[in-house]
């Protein structure tokens, strides 16, 4: 049996980012700060790739179809506008949000540290801007973890899915707003489900008196709000200490330290809160109008998430089904103690 401090020894990337930072864990009330790393244990570079590793890169780039550029197509498409600040502050003084230390991934073919399919992704994640779906939907991608989109509704936009937190949803409505956003305001927003990616910055979009008023209806899966606070309350601790860990989140980004997340480039570090819902979609199939927009909800709980829904705009002919659907191998399960995803279902 792995004990907690093997399963961590284990884990020798993330560990170096560690080495400092885990000196202050807590056993027995005690914190163990005078306990110094190994000298040998850290360099900035990280340990450089062995020739095993170096071999096994060069049989994935010769095996893999690196030829088939569909995704980088794919990706340029429907791009209204770049995103030309590379860095979003947050309001407590620091950054939120820096894509300045991803532009590496685009300045080489190949790394002997990177595995080529990470490089791909990790460089398609560099997309940073505001783009159109469809006339009347559009997203803005590349400011955090996952991307936030906009619905012309009959008075205003419905949001789907506000990101992590509020300063990045800030920046991206202001360069919404200057290209297609015609000034009016946000008429509802909509949570996919409970992760925190997908509500961490409404407050960045709206204010709660509207939400109580009336004047903004807020939408999400039944049972919302007892799941997102058993996953992000109850065990978010746990599961915070854990993510650094399984993402190497306090690792530099660089060739020989953190590269991606694989779903975005990274999480926002922004302020983050969460306004609950006034409707909830309790039936397996419902459909109502959403600021005039005909939509029909599909409840696909223990999914992707505990609480999740899909949703169709008919006359649109657009579909939403946020993680349900993603061009990457999603975790099934994840080692920051999130519930395990049924992929059958």
Excluded: C
Aim: proline residues 6%; glycine residues 10%.
């Amino acid at each position: 049996m792995t004990t907690r401090r093997e399963f961590l020894g284990a884990l020798p990337i993330a560990g170096a980012a560690f080495a400092v930072a885990g000196d202050f864990l807590v056993e027995g009330g005690t914190a163990r700060a005078q306990e110094a790393p190994l000298a040998s244990h850290f360099h900035p570079e990280g340990k450089a790739p062995s020739k095993f590793t170096q071999e096994v890169l060069k049989q994935s780039r010769a095996g893999l179809p690196f030829s088939d550029t569909r995704d980088f197509d794919e990706q340029k498409r429907g791009l209204i506008a770049s995103m030309t600040e590379m860095t979003i502050p947050a309001d407590a003084g620091h950054v939120a949000w820096d894509m300045e230390r991803f532009l590496f991934l685009d300045q080489q073919d190949e790394f002997d540290s990177i595995h080529p399919s990470l490089h791909r992704i990790s460089r398609l994640n560099n997309n940073y801007g505001l783009y159109e779906v469809i006339p009347g939907i559009y997203q803005v991608r590349g400011f955090d973890l996952s991307n936030i989109t906009f619905v012309r509704g009959k008075t205003g936009w419905i949001v789907f899915d506000p990101l992590v937190s509020s300063e990045p949803v800030r920046a991206a409505w202001k360069l919404f707003q200057a290209h297609k956003g015609e000034g009016l305001p946000v008429s509802a927003v909509i949570y996919s489900h409970t992760h925190g990616d997908h509500w961490g910055g409404v407050r960045g979009l709206i204010d709660e008196a509207d939400v109580h008023s009336g004047k903004i209806e807020v939408i999400a899966p039944v049972d919302f709000m007892d799941f997102t606070v058993s996953e992000n309350v109850y065990a978010g601790n746990a599961m915070n200490r854990r993510l650094f860990y399984q993402y190497g989140l306090l690792l530099p980004a660089g060739p020989h330290g953190y590269v991606g997340q694989g779903l975005g480039q990274g999480v926002s570090a922004g302020a983050t809160g969460l306004i609950a819902p006034t409707r909830l979609v309790s039936d397996p199939i419902e459909e109502f109008e959403v600021d005039g927009v005909r939509m029909i909800f599909q409840n696909t709980p223990n999914t992707e998430a505990p609480r999740e829904m899909n949703t169709y705009l008919p006359d649109l002919k657009a579909l939403w089904m946020a993680e349900n659907i993603n061009a990457t191998l999603h975790n099934i399960y994840t080692l920051r103690g999130a519930q395990v995803r049924d992929p059958l279902a």
